[in-house]
């Protein structure tokens, strides 16, 4: 449940559970930008994680992502000791790439998708979509607990607690439907030959 005070009407706590609902609708669109349909793209590597002096880090962070041609990635990898663990990173990602060290440059070639690959990657694609689902049911699920809350509290009459009720139902519906469009998109991209 978040901090601070309850929102005594019905229009702040439907803001804070669009906005709440809006972020995971927008994770669910990077982390679908990260899913490869063939092109290479610098956003296909955002997700990577490298381990960089003691922590984990967003490969952003230790290097420039760079799409020199249609079907190959460069990492300007910025401290020469990081070039192996950016290579490590990328190799162990899941994203079934196999790059290549040269110099302070780590080479990112895009293979053609196979019907196999395509598979996996439409099963994240449905993967990063349930996450997605579950985050906005934890978000109605808070925002049910503040609605009770008033209840018990007296701010709000019982009638008055089922119609927010029903409003916030109406609002997870409508992101969970949206959720579900993005996914079937990107779920016809990756099949699509």
């Given at each position: 449940?978040?901090?601070?005070?309850?929102?005594?009407?019905?229009?702040?706590?439907?803001?804070?559970?669009?906005?709440?609902?809006?972020?995971?609708?927008?994770?669910?669109?990077?982390?679908?930008?990260?899913?490869?349909?063939?092109?290479?793209?610098?956003?296909?590597?955002?997700?990577?994680?490298?381990?960089?002096?003691?922590?984990?880090?967003?490969?952003?962070?230790?290097?420039?992502?760079?799409?020199?041609?249609a079907?190959?990635?460069t990492?300007?990898?910025?401290?020469?000791?990081?070039?192996?663990?950016?290579?490590?990173?990328?190799?162990?990602?899941?994203?079934?790439?196999?790059?290549?060290?040269?110099?302070?440059?780590?080479?990112?070639?895009i293979?053609q998708?196979?019907?196999?690959?395509?598979?996996?990657?439409?099963?994240?694609?449905?993967?990063?979509?349930?996450?997605?689902?579950?985050?906005?049911?934890?978000?109605?699920?808070?925002g049910?607990?503040?609605?009770?809350?008033?209840?018990?509290?007296?701010?709000?009459?019982?009638?008055?607690?089922?119609?927010?009720?029903?409003d916030?139902?109406?609002?997870t519906?409508?992101?969970?439907?949206?959720?579900?469009?993005?996914s079937?998109?990107?779920?016809?991209?990756?099949?699509?030959?």
């Amino acid at each position: 449940m978040q901090e601070g005070p309850v929102p005594a009407d019905l229009n702040a706590l439907k803001q804070d559970l669009t906005r709440r609902m809006d972020g995971a609708l927008e994770t669910l669109r990077k982390d679908h930008s990260g899913l490869r349909t063939g092109r290479a793209s610098p956003a296909l590597l955002e997700p990577v994680r490298v381990e960089a002096y003691g922590t984990v880090t967003p490969l952003t962070q230790v290097g420039t992502i760079a799409v020199p041609e249609a079907r190959m990635i460069t990492v300007q990898v910025w401290d020469r000791s990081l070039v192996n663990a950016v290579v490590a990173a990328i190799r162990d990602s899941g994203l079934g790439l196999n790059p290549g060290a040269d110099g302070q440059i780590v080479r990112v070639p895009i293979p053609q998708l196979t019907a196999e690959r395509r598979a996996e990657l439409a099963k994240a694609a449905s993967r990063y979509a349930e996450n997605a689902r579950i985050a906005v049911r934890g978000v109605r699920r808070d925002g049910m607990e503040q609605i009770k809350a008033l209840e018990k509290k007296s701010e709000i009459s019982k009638d008055e607690a089922e119609d927010w009720s029903t409003d916030v139902q109406k609002l997870t519906d409508s992101f969970v439907k949206r959720i579900d469009e993005v996914s079937a998109e990107k779920e016809r991209e990756i099949r699509q030959v």
